[in-house]
């Protein structure tokens, strides 16, 4: 199952592009709406690996990390997912008033 390693590197990836955006923008609303897509991305991560190392290794001791891992990466993901909506509403009501 070549999928899972491709998109934990995927999410990854985005997740580190998100991390360097919210350096590099000065506006408070921008970075707490980029630091929830990071989130978001680093749940989707955490997800994936723990799905990923059940496939490879197969054991029972895999299973339950791998269950830790996809609690800990939706928490996650779903919390980000959350903080995105919120902050994509807020973005839009500040852009209509300007």
Known sequence: ???FPIL?????VLYIYYKVMI???P???????LNSKSKICLGAFVFLWGINQYMFYETQLSLFIG?????????QAR???KAAK???NEYQKLQSTT
């Open 86 to 88: 919120h902050y994509r």
């Open 8 to 12: 934990s590197l995927l999410s990854i």
């Open 27 to 33: 506006d408070a609303l921008t970075k707490e709406y």
């Open 23 to 25: 350096v590099r923008t």
């Open 1 to 3: 199952m070549i999928i």
């Open 79 to 81: 919390f980000g997912w």
């Open 67 to 75: 269950i830790v891992l996809l609690i800990l990466g939706g928490y």
